[in-house]
């Protein structure tokens, strides 16, 4: 089932891709359109999953080099590395004496940095304690920007899945080793693989390009 999901929410990401570049309100008239992403931050990231369980996640965006890093923690769980590449590459793993590897190949790059092109805006929210602006894509994701520094406070997915910003750090940088996947993410060896792994795989903005 774990499979059968993952392959419906890509279907879904690469529909959300395609829909027309324009930002349109309700009632026809001029209205305010996401801020584009920096080339370069670093956020922290809260998660309430649908399932019910927790995450903290550390996301490292770096657009002129084409990649983008989300280090996954669930709650008392493993530290889960996806290492996402433009060229549609994913390396999901985790380290240790009992890390496995999973390499994925994705019909899309790492996010654009105006990937909220095409999307409706649904007028002023407060979330999180914060005056925002609030846009939709195709029943797709919700976006929350702050309305007087324009930072991303929230988007939540159709699934019920929620991402509250904590942090934003615009301009951070990881250091270099910390992008370059294990050894074993490159050999044949399906035994290392996780049986469980595709319970692993994380729901991110992986497909909007």
Not at 151 to 172: A, L
Request: a negative charge; one cysteine or more; charged letters at 20%.
């Amino acid at each position: 089932m774990a499979v059968i999901s993952m392959r419906i929410t890509i279907v879904s990401w690469v529909f959300l891709l395609v829909m027309p570049a324009v930002v349109v309100g309700s009632d026809g008239e001029d209205t305010p359109t996401p801020a584009p992403w920096p080339e370069r931050f670093h956020a922290q990231l809260y998660m309430n999953l649908s399932d019910g369980r927790l995450q903290i996640s550390d996301l490292w965006y770096d657009w002129p080099a084409g990649r983008n890093v989300n280090l996954m923690q669930k709650q008392l769980g493993v530290l889960l590395h996806d290492v996402e590449w433009d060229n549609g590459t994913s390396f999901y793993y985790t380290l240790g004496p009992t890390g496995h590897c999973r390499t994925m190949l994705f019909p899309v790059g790492i996010p654009r940095r105006d990937f909220m092109v095409g999307s409706t805006y649904l007028g002023p929210r407060y979330t999180d304690g914060f005056l925002c602006h609030l846009w939709e894509k195709v029943d797709f994701i919700w976006y929350y920007e702050d309305a007087a520094t324009r930072r991303p406070v929230r988007w939540d997915f159709y699934d019920g899945i929620s991402t509250h910003v904590m942090t934003f750090e615009v301009g951070g940088v990881l250091e270099e080793s910390q992008w370059q996947a294990p050894s074993n993410c490159f050999t044949d060896d399906k035994d290392r693989e996780d049986p469980s792994e595709n319970d692993l795989l994380p729901h991110s903005l992986r497909k909007l390009t």
